[in-house]
Nanobody
């Protein structure tokens, strides 16, 4: 079984930066794709960025050029560097991964990001 724990959320002013981390722990035979999702109040959860086990990345149009997703496989850790933050980036950010012998879906508990005007 795999556990995911996010950290790094907080309150920042518009134009500022923040770095989120997601650490995977437990009995891990393999980890495939890892993703960052976010959910704002009254909105549906949306995919923000994705990174494969080989390092290929994809971004939502709203964050491309401002956010950078990366992973360190030796540390079982994924990161999201967020620059030029906007108030519309305010949301709870969730870590997601496919892992294990059966490629089960795992979710973190979420971390709050708030961007003030």
């Amino acid at each position: 079984q795999v556990q995911l724990v996010e950290s790094g959320g907080g309150l920042v002013q518009a134009g500022g930066s923040l770095r989120l981390s997601c650490v995977a722990s437990g009995i891990i035979s393999r980890i495939g794709t890892m993703d960052w999702y976010r959910q704002a109040p009254g909105k549906q959860r949306e995919l923000v960025a994705r990174v494969t086990s080989g390092g290929s990345t994809n971004y939502a149009d709203s964050v491309e050029g401002r956010f950078t997703i990366s992973r360190d496989n030796a540390k079982n850790t994924m990161y999201l560097q967020m620059n030029s933050l906007k108030p519309e980036d305010t949301a709870v950010y969730y870590c997601h991964a496919n892992a294990g012998w059966d490629w089960r879906d795992y979710w973190g508990q979420g971390t709050q990001v708030t961007v003030s005007s």
